[in-house]
């Protein structure tokens, strides 16, 4: 096996690829891919740490950030500028755009970040066409808009394998396995459900990988792959959404087609033509459900709610979060708050800190003074 980082990647690559699997190969396979997934994250912390940027990282602003991503020409640019008035270049030709241009879309109150991304390309997670940079770069936002021009559907499956292999995992929650390490003692297996898809060997095996003495409590029917996901802390789970562009450009009977054949892999789908504009609000209210955003409306004590510039805050947040947002010192003097709305018991509720907001209440918050 090569000394070298990379030499390594390869050799494990080429034994997975080479090794039939089957009962008696599982135990073997399972940890040289455990093996090669410690790897890829030891080679990806060693190039973000020597990387410079290269304009492609951009600062956060707004309620929340969705990163537009696909292959060159599908029609981001076109997208971003109909959605936000930005001035993304667009031209009839690849890779327009070469560095991230932001934009941000005003809707129902909240002020939504997008980021047009540079073209992705097949190879980009082992760093063909500036890739790495482009990945690295979308790691940090809460929604992603997979772009796919309708005439190559096929695309999809590339910019998902590239996603994948950068460690990009799209809606999917974290695998629910705790690792609790210790001194001594070895590896010991605990599963609160029946594991369909591993036995304890294999699991043994691949967790040997990661840690020497630890209780492993495993939580899900989980897979090879997942349980290898557990342990690299090089994972970013994030929401999805596939966008068909120029849907113009063919029949409703091939549209309808596609649109059918990439739901079937649970992945929510929209057609439209950033082009004539078509299908833009439908694509604006998916964003919006997507991201859970709250709106909560706030009401000064003896005074009117200002029901057109709500306070944005992501679903499943309290009255704490609302505090902080507004100013530092509100949580300081908190007294008590007041709820109307979905949240509230009854109209005007007193509610302390820790009381879950819900979509459109109304709050008022009193303060020490």
């Not at 001035?87 to 934009?103: C, H, M, Q, R, V």
């Not at 940090?140 to 796919?148: E, G, M, S, Y």
Request: net charge positive.
């Amino acid at each position: 096996m090569g000394s070298g980082l990379e030499e390594q990647i390869k050799d494990i690559e080429d034994e997975i690829f080479n090794t039939k699997k089957n009962k008696a190969t599982e135990h073997h396979i399972g940890k040289l891919k455990a093996k090669l997934a410690r790897l890829r994250d030891e080679s990806e912390n060693r190039k973000r740490s020597g990387a410079k940027g290269i304009g492609f990282s951009i600062k956060k602003s707004g309620d929340a950030t969705v990163g537009l991503i696909g292959f060159p020409s599908v029609g981001k640019s076109t997208l971003l500028n109909q959605l936000t008035g930005a001035k993304s270049k667009i031209g009839a030709y690849d890779f327009t755009t070469l560095k991230t241009i932001p934009g941000i879309m005003k809707y129902k109150g909240s002020d939504i970040q997008l980021l047009d991304m540079p073209g992705l390309i097949a190879g980009a997670s082992k760093g063909k066409g500036r890739g790495r940079e482009v990945l690295s770069a979308i790691r940090n936002v809460d929604l992603l808009l997979l772009l796919i021009d309708t005439q190559r559907p096929k695309n999809l499956e590339v910019i998902e394998k590239e996603l994948y292999g950068a460690g990009l995992r799209l809606n999917q929650k974290k695998p629910d396995v705790v690792v609790t390490r210790k001194g001594s003692g070895g590896i010991t297996i605990n599963s609160t459900v029946k594991l369909t898809n591993l036995d304890e060997r294999v699991v043994k095996s691949i967790t040997s990988e990661f840690v020497i003495n630890a209780d492993i409590t495993i939580r899900e029917d989980i897979t090879e792959d997942r349980l290898i996901d557990s342990f690299s802390k090089n994972r970013v789970y994030v929401e999805a959404l596939v966008v068909i562009n120029k849907k113009d450009l063919v029949s409703n009977e091939i549209l309808d087609e596609t649109v059918k054949k990439i739901e079937k892999t649970g992945l929510t789908v929209l057609a439209l033509s950033a082009k004539n504009g078509s299908g833009l609000d439908e694509l604006r209210g998916a964003i919006f459900s997507h991201l859970k955003l709250t709106r909560i409306y706030m009401k000064p004590v003896g005074n009117k709610a200002d029901y057109n510039q709500p306070l944005i805050l992501k679903e499943g947040t309290a009255v704490e979060d609302a505090c902080k947002k507004l100013h530092r010192d509100f949580k300081k003097n908190f007294r008590f708050a007041m709820i109307w709305g979905a949240s509230a018991k009854h109209a005007g509720q007193k509610v302390g800190l820790d009381h879950k907001l819900k979509d459109e209440d109304v709050l008022t918050i009193v303060v020490w003074k």
